[in-house]
Each structure stands twice: as structure tokens, then as C-alpha cells.
């Protein structure tokens, strides 16, 4: 069965340094998204990718974050300067027109 | 407020029990979701839907559009089901899905 695939399964970062999380959705699925859980508490939407474009973002993801589909099958987060408080479980996932979403297995980012 | 809440947070059951899930929402919505996240943190998607009921094997679930609520039922419970199952809420199509704090469920055998 087709997955969403996630890398690394943890990174580990020192506080103001740029981190890529990586992902590659499932392969002719339209959207696409990154939420995040901190530990213990519930998972929060980052934003939502459509067409080559952000189509949603929340007050979470500021100027230090920012996504890419840059070959048609990866799709990455970037985190610029990491603050401790990005320290989470990142999630990636995506879907097609009228599906659920499919989650890839998600990225520990610690940030020391 | 939380645009979505789940009850109850905790809930403990025997094997074989029928268990219900509940979820209230307050904002319009275009597609509720119910999720599964197991103890090793992966997610899994079990519904996703806009009126009606689903069932797919000992899963059951329902929403009241008008009533802004939604429930899951897991009938003949097995330890296997102990999880964490998350209602979530797409305000509109495709983009924004509102996780709730979920409902973590522990069937003792």
C-alpha cells in the first residue's frame, strides 16, 4: 500500500540552527500539509500546500518557516533559526480529492 | 473556547465492551475526520465524513450536522484497540483540518 515517507525519524539541532524535514507524499495525490505535536499535547495544523502554492498557513508558521515541493515528489519544512520551543513531532501528510489524510510516520526535531 | 472537544478525555474498558467516543464542534464545517494515533505516535485516518454514518468492521461512525456532533463506536472492544482516537474538523475543503485533544482509550483484557 502507497505511503507518506518521513525523514529523518529524529534530528537533533542546536538552537538557531536551519533544519529540513523531508517527506515524500503518496505519489498523485494534490494536497499536502505539515502539523506538528508537541509532546503531550495535541496536534496542530502548520499549513497546506495545493498547486504548487500555500493555500492555508497558521499563526504558528512565521517567516522562520516555509515549505517547498521543489521536484515534484519531495516536500519539505524548513525551519530557519530553531527556537527550543520548535522542539515537536513533525508530521507530514496528503491526500487526494475526497480521501482522508495519510500521515507519514512523523520527525522527532529536538532542538538543544 | 476549542473549536473542537472530545469526551471523555480518559477511558478504560473491559475486552468485549461497546464503547462510545463523543465530539462536539462549534464552526461550520466541510468534513469531520476520526483519527488514530497509537502509542508509538503514528497516525492513522479512520472516517472521514459529512453526513450520516460510516462502518467499516467494529468501527462505527456518526455525525449530526445540525447538532454539531459526531461519535465513534467501537463494538466488541480488544486490547488492540487501545489508542488514541482524535475527532478533527475541515472548515473548508482540502485545506485547514482542527485537530481535538482526543480521547485516550485503553481496553484491559
Known amino acids: 500500500e502507497p505511503e507518506v515517507t518521513q525523514t529523518p525519524s529524529h534530528q537533533v539541532t542546536q538552537m538557531g540552527q536551519e533544519v529540513i524535514l523531508r517527506c515524500v507524499p503518496i505519489s498523485n495525490h494534490l494536497y499536502f500539509y505539515w502539523y506538528r505535536q508537541i509532546l503531550g499535547q495535541k496536534v496542530e495544523f502548520l499549513v497546506s500546500?495545493?498547486?504548487?502554492?500555500?493555500?492555508?498557513k497558521s499563526e504558528i508558521f512565521d517567516d522562520q518557516f516555509s515549505v517547498e515541493r521543489p521536484d515534484g515528489s519531495n516536500f519539505t519544512l524548513k525551519i530557519r533559526s530553531t527556537k527550543l520551543e520548535d522542539s515537536a513531532m513533525y508530521f507530514c501528510?496528503?491526500?487526494?480529492?475526497?480521501?482522508?489524510?495519510?500521515f507519514g510516520a512523523g520527525t522527532r526535531l529536538s532542538v538543544l | 473556547k476549542n473549536e473542537v472537544e472530545q469526551s471523555p478525555q480518559n477511558l478504560t474498558a473491559q475486552e468485549g465492551e461497546f464503547i462510545t467516543i463523543n465530539c462536539s464542534y462549534s464552526?461550520?464545517?466541510?468534513?469531520l475526520h476520526w483519527l488514530q494515533q497509537h502509542p508509538g505516535g503514528g497516525i492513522v485516518s479512520l472516517f472521514m465524513l459529512s453526513s450520516g454514518k460510516k462502518k467499516h468492521g467494529r468501527l462505527i461512525a456518526t455525525i449530526n450536522i445540525q447538532e454539531k456532533h459526531s461519535s465513534l463506536h467501537i463494538t466488541a472492544s480488544h486490547p488492540r484497540d487501545s489508542a488514541v482516537y482524535i475527532c478533527?474538523?475541515?472548515?473548508?475543503?482540502?485545506?485547514?483540518?482542527?485537530f481535538g485533544p482526543g480521547t485516550s482509550l485503553s481496553v484491559i483484557p
Open positions: 478533527a474538523v475541515e472548515k473548508t475543503s482540502y485545506d485547514k483540518v482542527i
Open positions: 464552526v461550520g464545517i466541510s468534513a
Open positions: 500546500f495545493y498547486n504548487n502554492e500555500i493555500s492555508e
Open positions: 501528510a496528503s491526500r487526494d480529492t475526497g480521501t482522508v489524510l495519510y
